[in-house]
Every structure is written in C-alpha cells, then in structure tokens.
C-alpha cells in the first residue's frame, strides 16, 4: 500500500490527465475539421458523413462484442476520444501489477537497464503511452534505464492517430517543469511500427534487455485465426512477460489465445486486481466537451442516429480514465 501511493504517476495524475485532455481534444478539433473539409460541403454530403459517424460509433458501442473496422479514419478519431485514456491506464495497471508480483529490489522495473516490448495491436499506442509513465515512475524512484525500444504491431490509421496524439502531449509535457520525468521517459524511448515477423526476426537476445510481449484488448472471436500465429511466434522468442487484457466477458478467448504461455516456466501474475486505483484518475472536460460539440453540429445532427447522440452527450457520455470491466492475463518467466 505505501508503495503505491509513492508512484509519481499517481501524484501527478490530476497534472497528466490535464495534458492528456488538452492532447487527444486538441488533436480531436484538427482531426475533426480535416474530416468535415474531405468530406464537402454540398447538402447530401452531410448525410454521407453522418453516416459514416453513426457507423463508426455503432461499432465502438459493440466493441466488446465484434471487431469493428480499424483501419478508418472516423472509428479512430472516436476510439481516441473515448478509449484512449481508458486504455492507456490498462495498460498502466498491467505494468504495475506485473512489478509488484515481481517484487525487485527497490521495486525497480525491469531486473537490466534495457527495456524491449513488442506491441501487437497497438491501436492507439495505449502501451507505449502508460510504459512512459512506469518509466518516468522508474526514473522518479532512480532507477537507471540505459534505453527503451517498443515495436508497434497494428494498422495504419490506428498508429497514425496515436502517433499524431504522442507528438504534441510529447510537446506539451516539455513545457511543464513538473513534468520532468515524463519528459525524460518520453526521450528515453525509440518506437517502430513493425510487422510480427520483422519483429521476431529482429528480436533482440542481448542479455541486459529484458523482453515483453504485449497483446492488450486485441482478441477477438473473428481474429483469433489470424493471431494465433503471432502469439505463437511471439512465444518462441521467451519473452520476460506476456500481457494479454480484454473486456471481461472475453475472458475465454484470452484464455484460448495466450495458450502457448500456459505452463512451465511461466506463472500468471495475480495482483492486476487489486490495485484498481492506481494510475490516471478524473474526468477529461476538454474531450468530453468535444464529444458533445459534434452531436450538436448543425449539418450533421439532424442526421446522426439516436444512439449515436446518446454515446456523445447521454448520461455516462464522460471521457474518464477509468476502463471498463478488465480481464488481465499476465504470464512472468520463471
Ligand atoms: C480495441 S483496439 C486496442 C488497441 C490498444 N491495444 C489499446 O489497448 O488501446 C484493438 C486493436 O487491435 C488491432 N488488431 C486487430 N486484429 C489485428 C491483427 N490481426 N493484427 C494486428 N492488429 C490487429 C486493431 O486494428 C485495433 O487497433
């Protein structure tokens, strides 16, 4: 418990989501404005684009369920104003409960000074996002970390988007002095996008980098063919740590999927659940004004769907941190 509440993410939490909002609603008013500019102005184009929003939004409602289309513009514009900070604390808590079982010396990070995590489904780059905060905890707490490398698995338009959010809240963590160890967590990491197999080809064996693998609400009942193979892969290379996360009612799949991490000289990590309020807490105002903002632009909302005006304004329309009920798997080597 004391541990805990020395993390600097969490006493900064309320500093970071500040930035974290001003970077996706900012981000979010660009993205917006270029996708209204591309879609023109004539009268019937409104309903095409509506069209495009309600479709994009019904796919995000059914997230939990089927896996929409990533590989579109408007579906991550939404899943970046809504998921992404979601998402990022997943993640965050992953890392977290993973150091903590391991429990080494001074609570460190990771046991080298290198760092190496393959990101398989990086959609909104959630991962590489909450490992800058563990490092900056890292850093906070003295620990030394000579480098960080993350391989970014996934499709163009998700990776974009997160790239395009990484940059400016990158930009803008520099001009806040608090922020110091973020800034140097943010430095201190190279990223790629990469294919599985680049990847495990490239994977680096050198003895002071420590490996993870992670693959966090990626499966799904139609990809669970086409990942196998991934995981697998993924498998073979012996990293230090596999995450695997999803919506909780997806438990089986996860289980199904990350079979090949089952077993000798791997052991699940049990302590994800109970640390439930670490990380990022609070509600991102800019962001969920945003939200708001589209449902009541006037060409478009005489044309947006019921449900789609729900999502953005209704009752739980907030943009928080705080994910939706989380299944954790996380496999450490023995
Ligand atoms: C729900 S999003 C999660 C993204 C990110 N991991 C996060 O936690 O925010 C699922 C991501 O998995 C990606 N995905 C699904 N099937 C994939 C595949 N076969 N190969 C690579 N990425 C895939 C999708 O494109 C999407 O970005």
């Not at 001003?22 to 008013?29: A, Y």
């Not at 879609?39 to 994009?56: E, F, K, L, Y």
């Not at 009612?249 to 990590?269: D, I, M």
Request: glycine letters at 4%; one cysteine or more; aromatic letters at 8%.
């Amino acid at each position: 418990m004391v541990q805990h509440s020395l993390n600097w993410t969490h006493r900064m939490s309320r500093r970071i989501v500040t930035v974290l909002d001003r970077t996706i609603s900012d981000f979010g008013r660009q993205r917006l404005a270029e996708l209204i500019r591309e879609s023109g102005d004539a009268p019937q184009r409104a309903v095409a684009t509506a069209d495009r929003i309600n479709d994009s939004l019904n796919a995000l409602a059914n997230l939990a369920y089927r896996m929409p289309r990533y590989n579109d513009d408007w579906l991550a514009l939404f899943y970046a104003l809504w998921y992404q900070p979601k998402q990022i604390n997943v993640a965050y808590r992953a890392i977290h409960g993973m150091r903590a079982s391991r429990g080494l010396q001074a609570g460190n990070l990771i046991s080298g000074q290198r760092l190496h995590i393959v990101d398989f489904g990086s959609g909104s780059l959630a991962m590489l996002f909450a490992t800058a905060l563990a490092v900056a905890d890292a850093l906070h707490r003295g620990e030394h970390l000579d480098s960080v490398r993350i391989d970014c698995i996934d499709n163009e338009e998700m990776i974009w988007t997160g790239a395009l959010i990484l940059e400016h809240f990158r930009q803008i963590v520099e001009q806040q002095d608090e922020l110091g160890p973020l800034r140097d967590a943010l430095e201190s990491i190279h990223w790629e996008v990469n294919g599985i197999e680049q990847v495990t080809q490239a994977v680096q064996f050198e003895e002071d980098t420590e490996r993870w693998f992670s693959a966090l609400h990626v499966v799904y009942s139609d990809n669970m063919t086409e990942i196998a193979p991934a995981i697998h892969a993924m498998r073979a290379t012996d990293p230090f740590v596999a995450f695997f996360t999803s919506f909780a009612l997806k438990e089986n799949l996860v289980r199904q999927v990350a079979r090949p991490f089952e077993g000798a000289p791997y052991l699940p990590v049990e302590r994800v659940q109970h640390a439930p309020h670490l990380g990022l807490t609070g509600v991102l105002t800019n962001t969920t004004n945003l939200r708001r903002e589209i449902a009541n632009l006037e060409r478009l909302r005489p044309h947006l769907s019921e449900t789609s005006v729900n999502f953005l304004t209704g009752r739980r329309s907030n943009v928080d941190c705080e994910p939706q009920s989380t299944f954790y798997r996380i496999y450490l080597r023995q």
